[in-house]
Nanobody
Framework: QVQLVESGGGLVQVGGSLRLSCVASGHTFSSYALGWFRQAPGKEREFVAAISVSGRSAYYVDSVKGRFTISRDNDNSTMYLQMYSPKPEGTAVYYC??????????????WGQGPQVPVSS
């Protein structure tokens, strides 16, 4: 079992920045690929970014490329999503997820609880 706890959510303005963190416990953090997903009000959950076990590879959804950065610190069992210049359509609940496979779909085994990130214009 892996427990994931996100932090860092909250109101952010267009043109601002925000960093989400996801701390894992319960199993070997460095054994898992990690991902960020988001779910906007009234919409389905969508993939945002994923990072490989080593941290050397990452995927991003096209809408955040160049503005968001996913990273991980295996020594501290923490993953980050640095968000620059968020857009109002990025208002969503953001979830971190972990799985043994590195992928872009939402078939991850473990999920965090999801902080709200409202983006204000």
């Amino acid at each position: 079992q892996v427990q994931l706890v996100e932090s860092g959510g909250g109101l952010v303005q267009v043109g601002g920045s925000l960093r989400l963190s996801c701390v894992a416990s319960g199993h070997t953090f460095s054994s898992y690929a990690l991902g960020w997903f988001r779910q906007a009000p009234g919409k389905e959950r969508e993939f945002v970014a994923a990072i490989s076990v080593s941290g050397r590879s990452a995927y991003y959804v096209d809408s955040v490329k160049g503005r968001f950065t996913i990273s991980r610190d295996n020594d501290n069992s923490t993953m980050y999503l640095q968000m620059y210049s968020p857009k109002p359509e990025g208002t969503a609940v953001y979830y971190c997820a972990a799985d043994v496979l590195f992928r872009r779909n939402d078939h991850y085994a473990y999920w965090g609880q999801g902080p709200q990130v409202p983006v204000s214009s």
